[in-house]
């Protein structure tokens, strides 16, 4: 028991907490970028879809797509663990973006979003999808 405690209390969490804290991890910020996020920029839920911001003047069809899919499909592969590494770059350009370009005068109140998907995002492309994704069960076959 007390093997336990000071393995559950220590600085490097235990393999079973690390690899379901992040498939926890990633399916609550995916659920949460694409319903809060994602589905209203497509008009889903709301009675007319979201105006996107445009601060490095892309082509608009690009601009557009491009949103839509940092916020709907590769949070997707992130949620399932699918190319989860890859899969957080679009989002992680589109919330930086909106933290450094578009809201950056903003309040502490506004910009927090934007900052804190980055961080959780970052936080999942360095430490990678964990055991429970289909990211593992490819690398696994790989392997052997």
Do not use: C
Not at 38 to 47: D, E, M, Q, S, T
Not at 67 to 88: C, D, S, Y
């Amino acid at each position: 028991m007390k093997k336990l405690i000071i393995k559950t209390l220590g600085p490097h969490p235990l393999p079973f907490f690390f690899n379901g804290g992040m498939l926890l991890l990633r399916v609550a910020v995916s659920l949460e970028i694409a319903i809060v996020h994602g589905f209203k920029k497509i008009g889903i839920g709301v009675p007319q879809s979201e105006s996107i911001p445009n601060p490095l003047h892309l082509p608009e069809a690009f601009n557009n797509t491009f949103a839509i899919a940092a916020n709907i499909v590769f949070p997707f592969f992130v949620l399932i663990g699918l190319f989860t590494r890859l899969a957080t770059l679009p989002t992680l350009v589109v919330t930086l973006t909106g933290y450094f370009l578009v809201h950056w005068n903003d309040s502490l109140l506004q910009k927090d979003t934007p900052f804190i998907y980055s961080l959780i995002f970052l936080v999942i492309l360095l430490l990678g999808p964990g055991k429970y994704s289909i990211d593992n069960a490819i690398y696994k076959k790989r392997i052997v």
